[in-house]
């Protein structure tokens, strides 16, 4: 070796040193880690207590799992939990069995009973990211009827990681079939704390029908509608049913099969995508406000159950969307909820008469008669179907 490389050598040395020993420093820090990736919280009317639940997944094991995802051999979801009168206290109380130092930098999804959705305010969402400030604000919320143990426990397919499952990855179920928007907690703040607009939060449930391996049943996560909050404050759920035309108002939707029927007549399905809404603002006579909707729609024609001209077909499928959307409507004013979002229009436009009218936010004005709707369908075939 001559002088100059010799020279070099000994320059990197040292470099070389540092890169090895922060590697080890690194894989050691992670080893004595706890990583949390969801955090849960119940609250009970009677005794006034919080329960913190938290789900923690085992990464020591994601690539052997990843490289033999066919395995029956199941790797735990380790949960645990702590019950106090305030949320950080019960969160101290896992602190005091964790054996390791608990890490919530990997949390990725918070999910919250029926009775916590109901009872806490801003002001505790606040309380959980300021106690905790290595928890990101882009994680996933949700609520749901279901003990939430039963949440973080359910497992996804093929032995795949268990971050594969809807509470931690929901954007591809979207894609496939759009129902219930996957909100971030960013967001969730962002609307629950503008006057005029109704926030919400997906409910999640368990199907215990629909899957089994080796006979046996397997519980999966399913959307099973949304919690709304006016306000501040919750103002209660509608299940996937009673929200069935909600997706027909938001361009986000990016898939939903439609069963066009006429009467009770099954006519065919098509997937349709990407709805075109345009929301218009009128005040009455008396200074109501007055919303007229259009949406615009294109779909894939799947299947045709019945010899129905395409343009019949069209038809019967607005109509049906159209009703599907006033029953979303409907339902909504029961609640006091406004998932199309109308109030906000009314208070961007007209901030006056908005204040006017709902005494500054604390009253609900929409009646049956402030929405209306139109809707035009586009359908296309997909090859396997000469149009009539």
Not at 96 to 105: I, L
Not at 154 to 160: D, E, Q, S, T, Y
Request: proline share 5%; charged share 25%; net charge positive.
């Amino acid at each position: 070796m001559n002088r100059s490389n010799l020279i070099a050598a000994v320059r990197l040395a040292p470099v070389l040193l540092l890169v090895l020993t922060a590697g080890c420093f690194k894989s050691e820090v992670s080893a004595n880690l706890m990583f949390i990736k969801a955090v849960g919280i119940d609250y009970d009317e009677e005794s006034k207590d919080y329960t913190v639940y938290v789900q923690m997944l085992d990464f020591s094991n994601e690539s052997k799992r990843e490289s033999a995802p066919g395995s029956e051999s199941e790797t735990p979801i380790w949960t645990g939990k702590g019950r106090a009168k305030d949320i950080n206290i019960a969160f101290n109380q896992m602190y005091d069995s964790s054996q390791m130092r608990m890490s919530f930098t990997h949390v990725s999804a918070l999910l919250l009973s029926r009775k916590a959705e109901a009872h806490m305010t801003r002001y505790d969402y606040r309380e959980i990211i300021g106690a905790h400030p290595e928890v990101r604000f882009n994680i996933w919320i949700y609520g749901t009827d279901e003990p939430l143990e039963n949440i973080f426990t359910a497992k996804g397919f093929f032995n795949l990681s268990d971050t594969t499952t809807l509470l931690h990855t929901p954007e591809e179920s979207y894609r496939q079939q759009s129902m219930v928007e996957p909100l971030y907690l960013f967001r969730f703040l962002r609307e629950v704390n503008h006057p005029a607009l109704t926030a919400y939060v997906p409910e999640l449930s368990l199907d215990t029908k629909s899957w089994k391996l080796m006979e046996k049943p397997k519980p999966k996560m399913k959307f099973a509608g949304a919690g709304f909050y006016r306000g501040g404050k919750f103002a209660g759920v509608l299940t996937e049913h009673q929200l069935e035309g909600w997706p027909w108002m938001n361009p986000k939707t990016k898939n939903k099969l439609l069963l066009i029927k006429k009467d009770s007549i099954e006519l065919g399905t098509a997937h349709m995508k990407a709805p075109k809404v345009k929301i218009t603002l009128k005040l009455d006579a008396q200074g109501r406000p007055r919303f007229h909707a259009r949406v615009r729609l294109k779909g894939i024609q799947q299947t045709m159950m019945k010899p129905v001209p395409m343009a019949e077909m069209e038809k019967h499928a607005s109509m049906q969307i159209k009703q599907q959307i006033e029953a979303a409507y409907r339902n909504s004013l029961t609640i006091g909820a406004d998932p199309f979002g109308l109030e906000e229009i009314l208070y961007r436009k007209h901030p006056g008469s908005w204040r006017q009218l709902t005494r500054d936010g604390k009253e609900f004005i929409l009646k049956m008669d402030s929405f209306d709707v139109e809707v035009a369908v586009d359908l296309q075939t997909s090859g396997k179907y000469k149009p009539l």
